[in-house]
Nanobody
Framework: EVQLVESGGGLVQTGGSLRLSCVASGDTIADYAIGWFRQAPGKEREEVSCSGIDGRTQYSDSVKGRFAISRNNAKSTVYLQMNSLKPEDTAVYYC???????????????????WGQGTQVTVSS
Protein backbone atom coordinates (compact mmCIF):
# COMPACT_ATOMS: atom_id res chain seq x y z
CA GLU A 1 0.00 0.00 0.00
CA VAL A 2 1.34 3.40 -0.94
CA GLN A 3 1.22 6.49 1.27
CA LEU A 4 1.22 9.96 -0.30
CA VAL A 5 2.39 13.26 1.17
CA GLU A 6 1.96 16.55 -0.68
CA SER A 7 4.03 19.66 -0.10
CA GLY A 8 4.92 22.90 -1.81
CA GLY A 9 1.72 24.84 -1.33
CA GLY A 10 1.65 28.39 -0.08
CA LEU A 11 0.61 31.95 -0.75
CA VAL A 12 1.56 33.49 -4.07
CA GLN A 13 0.51 36.54 -6.05
CA THR A 14 -1.38 36.40 -9.32
CA GLY A 15 0.99 35.44 -12.09
CA GLY A 16 3.36 33.64 -9.76
CA SER A 17 4.46 30.03 -9.72
CA LEU A 18 4.53 27.12 -7.32
CA ARG A 19 5.72 23.55 -7.62
CA LEU A 20 3.81 20.94 -5.69
CA SER A 21 5.42 17.64 -4.79
CA CYS A 22 3.77 14.36 -3.97
CA VAL A 23 6.11 11.89 -2.31
CA ALA A 24 5.09 8.26 -2.22
CA SER A 25 6.27 5.70 0.29
CA GLY A 26 5.53 2.06 0.80
CA ASP A 27 5.71 1.17 -2.85
CA THR A 28 7.25 2.36 -6.09
CA ILE A 29 5.19 4.84 -8.05
CA ALA A 30 6.37 3.29 -11.29
CA ASP A 31 3.34 1.01 -11.13
CA TYR A 32 0.89 3.75 -10.22
CA ALA A 33 -1.13 6.18 -12.22
CA ILE A 34 -1.10 9.54 -10.44
CA GLY A 35 -3.63 12.32 -10.43
CA TRP A 36 -3.74 15.83 -9.03
CA PHE A 37 -7.08 17.19 -7.85
CA ARG A 38 -8.18 20.33 -6.08
CA GLN A 39 -11.06 21.51 -3.99
CA ALA A 40 -11.92 25.11 -3.26
CA PRO A 41 -14.17 26.14 -0.35
CA GLY A 42 -17.80 25.51 -1.17
CA LYS A 43 -16.96 23.75 -4.42
CA GLU A 44 -16.72 20.17 -5.53
CA ARG A 45 -13.39 18.48 -6.02
CA GLU A 46 -12.17 18.81 -9.57
CA GLU A 47 -9.57 17.12 -11.67
CA VAL A 48 -6.43 19.07 -12.47
CA SER A 49 -4.02 16.69 -14.16
CA CYS A 50 -3.06 13.05 -14.34
CA SER A 51 -0.09 10.96 -15.36
CA GLY A 52 -0.06 7.38 -16.54
CA ILE A 53 2.71 4.84 -16.13
CA ASP A 54 3.41 5.14 -19.84
CA GLY A 55 4.14 8.85 -19.60
CA ARG A 56 0.83 10.06 -20.95
CA THR A 57 -0.59 13.14 -19.31
CA GLN A 58 -3.88 14.97 -19.32
CA TYR A 59 -4.97 18.38 -18.06
CA SER A 60 -8.20 20.14 -17.33
CA ASP A 61 -9.03 22.98 -19.70
CA SER A 62 -8.69 25.47 -16.86
CA VAL A 63 -4.99 24.68 -16.31
CA LYS A 64 -3.86 23.53 -19.74
CA GLY A 65 -0.82 25.49 -20.86
CA ARG A 66 -0.10 26.74 -17.33
CA PHE A 67 0.41 23.56 -15.28
CA ALA A 68 2.72 20.63 -15.96
CA ILE A 69 2.74 17.24 -14.29
CA SER A 70 5.89 15.17 -14.15
CA ARG A 71 7.21 12.23 -12.21
CA ASN A 72 10.55 10.95 -11.00
CA ASN A 73 10.07 7.27 -10.37
CA ALA A 74 13.52 6.92 -8.82
CA LYS A 75 12.55 9.47 -6.19
CA SER A 76 8.98 8.20 -5.91
CA THR A 77 7.84 11.76 -6.46
CA VAL A 78 5.28 13.37 -8.72
CA TYR A 79 5.37 17.10 -9.34
CA LEU A 80 2.84 19.68 -10.40
CA GLN A 81 4.48 22.81 -11.75
CA MET A 82 1.98 25.64 -11.65
CA ASN A 83 2.72 28.82 -13.58
CA SER A 84 0.72 31.97 -14.28
CA LEU A 85 -1.38 31.33 -11.24
CA LYS A 86 -4.78 32.95 -10.92
CA PRO A 87 -6.99 33.60 -7.88
CA GLU A 88 -9.35 30.91 -9.14
CA ASP A 89 -6.56 28.37 -8.69
CA THR A 90 -6.89 28.83 -4.93
CA ALA A 91 -7.76 25.45 -3.41
CA VAL A 92 -6.47 22.51 -1.46
CA TYR A 93 -4.53 20.33 -3.86
CA TYR A 94 -4.47 16.57 -3.46
CA CYS A 95 -2.48 13.88 -5.18
CA UNK A 96 -3.93 10.44 -5.66
CA UNK A 97 -2.66 7.09 -6.89
CA UNK A 98 -3.95 3.83 -8.26
CA UNK A 99 -1.89 0.80 -9.10
CA UNK A 100 -2.08 -0.14 -12.72
CA UNK A 101 -0.28 -2.28 -15.25
CA UNK A 102 -2.02 -0.68 -18.20
CA UNK A 103 -1.11 2.32 -20.29
CA UNK A 104 -3.31 5.38 -20.30
CA UNK A 105 -4.49 7.93 -17.79
CA UNK A 106 -7.26 7.98 -15.22
CA UNK A 107 -9.00 11.31 -15.01
CA UNK A 108 -11.82 10.58 -12.57
CA UNK A 109 -11.28 10.81 -8.82
CA UNK A 110 -13.31 7.61 -8.48
CA UNK A 111 -10.49 5.74 -10.21
CA UNK A 112 -8.01 6.39 -7.41
CA UNK A 113 -7.52 4.35 -4.28
CA UNK A 114 -4.90 6.29 -2.34
CA TRP A 115 -4.95 9.95 -1.40
CA GLY A 116 -2.66 12.41 0.29
CA GLN A 117 -3.73 14.87 2.96
CA GLY A 118 -3.60 17.89 0.66
CA THR A 119 -1.65 21.11 0.49
CA GLN A 120 -3.17 24.60 0.45
CA VAL A 121 -2.53 26.90 -2.49
CA THR A 122 -3.68 30.49 -2.17
CA VAL A 123 -3.33 32.99 -5.00
CA SER A 124 -3.85 36.60 -4.07
CA SER A 125 -5.16 39.16 -6.52
Amino acid sequence: EVQLVESGGGLVQTGGSLRLSCVASGDTIADYAIGWFRQAPGKEREEVSCSGIDGRTQYSDSVKGRFAISRNNAKSTVYLQMNSLKPEDTAVYYCAARITYSSGVYYSARSYDYWGQGTQVTVSS
